[in-house]
């Protein structure tokens, strides 16, 4: 198999790797790259010569301030940005000499490969739609182990992917499921998965607000009992409350989708829901810092949206940030890695009130690779408060920890 890849950034590059252990493997960028195991080439020429699959995994950008990362559902609704697939597809048009397996696996609304994409390519070519389930942090491990690969065509035709298909198998490490379907389709079952865990997510979470406010309920107790109900509702994964959905893709994409509802005008906008729940969970849970406070500095313990990340995309944490300075006042963020350094500090040196946003088992757990964490980014002063919105902190000398949506008295 002679595969190429169109963008090698944080997704391209990693799952370009990881297909390059079983195959030839040539990418292009407009930005320099490098790898030990795929041949970066020069030009858009020299990948497309060397290649029969082309995958191309280019930006689908929101507009600025829809990510996530502070408030949106008080704007309008937008579509993500289309020039850099449409760039990729004029640049096969112009290089390709004989017909190409073109494979998209950029994220885009339901209906847009259709619309925007497919009358553009050049006739010779099959286009494939083909996004990913994964997330950052753990893009190798998600390539070989997805819930699902999911393959569109224009008919939705079952035969025109085996190739794909037979492609994927030898790179998979858990025997995935492997769904056909129109391009709508399977955009469709990609960003609509995506808004399931963002509800999902919202609901945990909406349980937790009811904790603080009722009382006597470890929000725990609620989700696991929840969770366990496999009859009627589903798997146990994102059943745990804390903080919000956030990440460079599932806060943008619902904040898109909110743009489909109006563009479609089905009446209703549930995104619009979700988002907003979020964004008034961020706002209670920076409310609950503020009272907590009592004159203590305010830091939250990780500001990338989720540990071993740089990436501030779609954070939460800064979306609590945003409430806080709503109220006057100032926090500060301990992250290691957060590529935007603004009110970043290395350590504390007063006691404070810490938001202990990031938690790797919580993160990653599903991967094997952590049983518990309760690890800090720097030593915490004594007659500090954290509140642990994941309630995985165990009692610590000289430091309050609140677990928040536990409110049980025992
Ligand atoms: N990052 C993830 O974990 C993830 C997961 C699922 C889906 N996605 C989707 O995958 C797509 C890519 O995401 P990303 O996070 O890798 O974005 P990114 O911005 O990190 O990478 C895109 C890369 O494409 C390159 N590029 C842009 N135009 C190009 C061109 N004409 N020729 C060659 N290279 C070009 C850019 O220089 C960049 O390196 C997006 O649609 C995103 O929503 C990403």
Not at 379 to 404: A, M, N, Q
Request: aromatic share 10%.
């Amino acid at each position: 198999m002679k595969i190429g890849f169109i963008g090698l950034g944080k997704l391209g590059l990693d799952c370009a790797e990881v297909m390059a252990e079983k195959y030839t493997v040539h990418g292009y960028d407009i930005y320099p790259r490098t790898s030990e195991l795929v041949k970066i080439c020069d030009t858009a020429k020299e990948m497309i010569d060397n290649s029969d699959w082309i995958f191309i995994a280019v930006q689908t950008p929101h507009a600025e301030g829809y990510d996530g990362s502070v408030p949106s559902s008080h704007m309008e609704p937008r579509d993500f940005g289309h020039d850099a697939v449409k760039d990729a597809i004029t640049m096969v048009n112009k290089h390709a000499s004989k017909p190409k397996k073109i494979v998209l696996i950029s994220t885009v609304l339901p209906g847009t490969t259709r619309r925007h994409f497919y009358s553009m390519l050049d006739s010779q070519h099959q286009f494939l739609y083909n996004p990913y389930l994964i997330a950052m942090g753990s893009v190798k491990w998600d390539f070989a182990n997805p819930e699902m690969v999911m393959i569109g065509t224009e008919t939705g035709d079952a035969g025109e992917m085996k190739d794909l298909i037979n492609l994927y198998r030898p790179l998979m490490k858990n025997n995935p499921r492997y769904v056909t379907g129109t391009w709508d389709e399977c955009e469709s079952i990609k960003i609509f998965y995506n808004t399931f865990i963002s509800a999902k997510v919202g609901l945990v979470n909406m349980i937790q607000d009811f904790a603080l406010k009722i009382g006597n309920i470890n929000v725990d107790v609620v989700t696991d009992a929840l969770a366990q109900s496999t009859m009627r509702i589903m798997g146990p994964k994102y059943m745990t409350a804390g903080m919000g959905d956030s990440g460079a893709c599932h806060p943008r994409d619902n904040i898109a989708l909110r743009w489909l509802a109006k563009e479609y005008d089905i009446g209703y906008d549930m995104f619009d829901t979700i988002m907003g729940a979020r964004e008034i969970q961020a706002k209670n849970l920076a409310d609950f810092l503020v009272a907590n406070a009592n004159g203590k500095p305010i830091v939250i313990h990780g500001k990338a949206y989720k540990p071993d990340v740089p990436f501030c995309i779609g954070s939460y944490s800064t979306l609590i940030g945003f409430y806080i300075e709503e109220h006057g006042l100032s926090v500060t963020y301990l992250d290691p890695l957060a590529d935007n350094p603004k009110d970043v500090v290395e350590s504390i040196d007063e006691p404070s009130i810490i938001l202990y946003a990031h938690n790797r088992y919580i993160t990653y757990g599903y991967t094997g690779q952590y049983t518990k964490d309760s690890t800090f980014y720097c030593d915490i002063p004594k007659g500090s408060v954290i509140v642990d919105p994941w309630r995985r902190l165990p009692d610590l000398t000289d430091i309050e920890v609140i677990h928040y949506g536990n409110t049980r008295t025992k």
